[in-house]
Nanobody, 124 residues
Framework: QVQLVESGGGLVQAGGSLRLSCATS????????MGWFRQAPGKEREFVAA????????RYADSVKDRFTISKDNAKDLMYLQMNSLKPEDTAIYSC?????????????????WGQGTQVTVSS
């Protein structure tokens, strides 16, 4: 069974940086897309970034492009989200997710497996 566990959240001042990690286990599929989503209080869960595990193809939400970087470590089965120049509006619970297949979708309903999330709070 696929399990995803996030870590690395916390409290940071505006302009600061954080790196989130997503540890995966039980993944037996070779063609998968993994992504980061976030949900702020009172808002719907939204797409942040995603990558194809077997390639270097990535996709970002416009709101985080040029500030966030998604990456992976194949050997450790880890996915990362490096977040720079953080803004108060980045405050949310960040969750990693996995979908089977190579097409990157921004629609959260296309992702089957989810972690529990990690809180990121950016103070002004």
């Amino acid at each position: 069974q696929v399990q995803l566990v996030e870590s690395g959240g916390g409290l940071v001042q505006a302009g600061g940086s954080l790196r989130l990690s997503c540890a995966t286990s039980g993944r037996t599929f070779s063609s998968v897309v993994m992504g980061w989503f976030r949900q702020a209080p009172g808002k719907e869960r939204e797409f942040v970034a995603a990558l194809r595990w077997s390639a270097s193809t990535t996709r970002y939400a416009d709101s985080v492009k040029d500030r966030f970087t998604i990456s992976k470590d194949n050997a450790k089965d880890l996915m990362y989200l490096q977040m720079n120049s953080l803004k108060p509006e980045d405050t949310a619970i960040y969750s990693c997710a996995l979908k089977i297949g190579n097409v990157i979708y921004t629609d959260r309903t296309m992702y089957t497996y989810w972690g529990q999330g990690t809180q990121v709070t950016v103070s002004s």
